[in-house]
């Protein structure tokens, strides 16, 4: 029945890992939504999640990781005006003296709850997680986890979703 929504939250997890330091890398999140279907997500939160051992490797003003959720793997830069990119996570360092330490909160959390409608509509297939690291020794990997609740849409609807993410191409 078209418009119905659900009540609680569902999760999506995805993970990915450089193919080499500081390359833009592309893994699909699995999300078992037929690109037919008409289903559109309303994202309500994402938990990026990134190893200690990989925020070590962030030693100086130009190193980051950039961990991005994206409706395509086509992208060759993680650009926020490409509107294949629905959101983009970036750590880098802050540095506060020699001797002192910037503490991170993890995950890193994005709260889309208080958004018109609950949060993000997207459509949930093709979803990607992408990885790229900056000015880094050696290659990374990014987690997401993703909370979400599943909307049906008219054909109308769905497809004017579709256009906006640019996921036909």
């Known amino acids: 029945m078209p418009g119905v929504r659900e009540q609680y939250a569902n999760k999506f997890y995805g993970s990915v890992t450089e193919t080499a330091a500081n390359t ?6 699995p999300t078992n939504v037929d690109v037919f279907s008409k289903i559109a997500w309303v994202l309500h939160r994402l938990e990026w999640f990134v190893a200690q051992t990989d925020l070590d490797k962030i030693a100086g ?8 959720l994206c ?5 060759t830069t ?3 005006n490409d509107a294949g990119l629905i959101d983009l996570c970036t750590a880098s360092s802050i540095m506060v003296t020699l001797a002192s330490w910037q503490f991170f909160n993890k995950p890193f959390i994005r709260d889309f709850s208080t958004m018109p409608g609950g949060g993000l509509i997207i459509a949930p297939r093709p979803l990607y997680i992408a990885a790229q690291g900056n000015s880094l020794a050696s290659a990374i990997t990014a987690e997401v986890r993703g909370y979400f609740t599943a909307q049906e849409l008219k054909a109308d609807e769905y497809l004017e979703l579709v ?6 191409r």
């Open 24 to 29: 833009l890398t592309f893994k699909e999140i």
């Open 61 to 68: 003003a130009n190193d980051e990781i950039r961990m991005a």
């Open 71 to 75: 409706s395509t793997d086509k992208l």
């Open 78 to 80: 993680l650009a926020l």
């Open 163 to 168: 256009d906006f993410y640019r996921i036909v």
